[in-house]
């Protein structure tokens, strides 16, 4: 197992472009969250999948963000009509159950110009 | 809400010298205490935890402990290295509810000099 895996690892998008992540979790990992870390500050959490299901969204997560995990298995993450506020690296981490430990990824880091 | 406070940052030793971080929260309930790094071109990685009050958590000369009291969890080595040079979280998860999720301080660069 090669761990949580993102892709792409950078992306460099235009303002009021779509763009869409994707996170491939430890396999057999159940649950999945998705964080955004901006420079300077720690990882804030975005959204979190139970399976198939998303059972949080942060206040962060504006009706631009859409995430889905489709069969429990990667997940996707898409920003609609991106700003220049969206610039910041997404995190994705994965763990078996609530109390194991978390594992995270790369991250990708979107650049909104 | 829970929330996470970490010291300033950054912070330059040189090799050998003594390290802590300090790190505070404030949660609802009895959380468990972590601490990540993130080493250069990483990703994030625990180090070690304390699920509750008076744990000490540790790893690779790191140490932490619980303390309920003054609701903080320092991070300490003794003795730091070159290769410790990373940026340092201190995180905090509720233990009650389905959501495991994080709540991370602003993290703190440490550089070690040879």
């Known amino acids: 197992d090669t761990g949580v895996s993102q892709d792409p690892r950078h992306k460099i998008t235009k303002r009021g472009q779509n763009v869409t992540f994707r996170c491939d979790p430890i396999?057999?990992?159940?649950?999945l969250y998705w964080y955004r870390q901006t420079l300077g500050q720690g990882p804030e959490f975005l959204t979190y999948?139970?399976?198939?299901?998303?059972?949080?969204k942060s206040r962060l997560l504006s009706d631009r963000f859409s995430a889905e995990r489709p069969k429990g298995s990667f997940s996707t993450l898409e920003i609609q009509r991106t700003e220049q506020g969206d610039s910041a690296m997404y995190l994705c981490?994965?763990?078996?159950?609530?109390?194991?430990?978390?594992?995270f990824g790369q991250g990708t880091r979107l650049t909104v110009v | 809400g829970n929330s996470v406070t970490q010291m300033e940052g950054p912070v330059t030793l040189s090799e050998e010298a003594f390290l802590t971080i300090n790190c505070t929260y404030t949660?609802?309930?009895?959380?468990?205490l972590f601490w990540y790094v993130q080493y250069p071109g990483e990703g994030l990685q625990l180090l070690l935890k304390?699920?509750?009050?008076?744990d000490k958590g540790s790893n690779k000369g790191f140490e932490a402990t619980y303390r309920k009291e003054t609701t903080s969890f320092h991070l300490e080595k003794g003795s730091v290295q070159v290769s410790d040079s990373a940026v340092y979280f201190c995180?905090?998860?509720?233990?009650?509810?389905?959501?495991?999720?994080?709540?991370f301080g602003k993290g703190i660069t440490l550089s070690v000099r040879p």
């Open positions: 995180a905090l998860r509720r233990n009650t509810g389905a959501n495991s999720k994080l709540t």
């Open positions: 304390a699920t509750k009050a008076d």
């Open positions: 949660a609802t309930g009895y959380p468990s």
């Open positions: 999948f139970q399976n198939e299901a998303q059972l949080e």
């Open positions: 981490a994965s763990s078996w159950d609530s109390v194991t430990e978390a594992f």
């Open positions: 396999s057999e990992h159940n649950r």
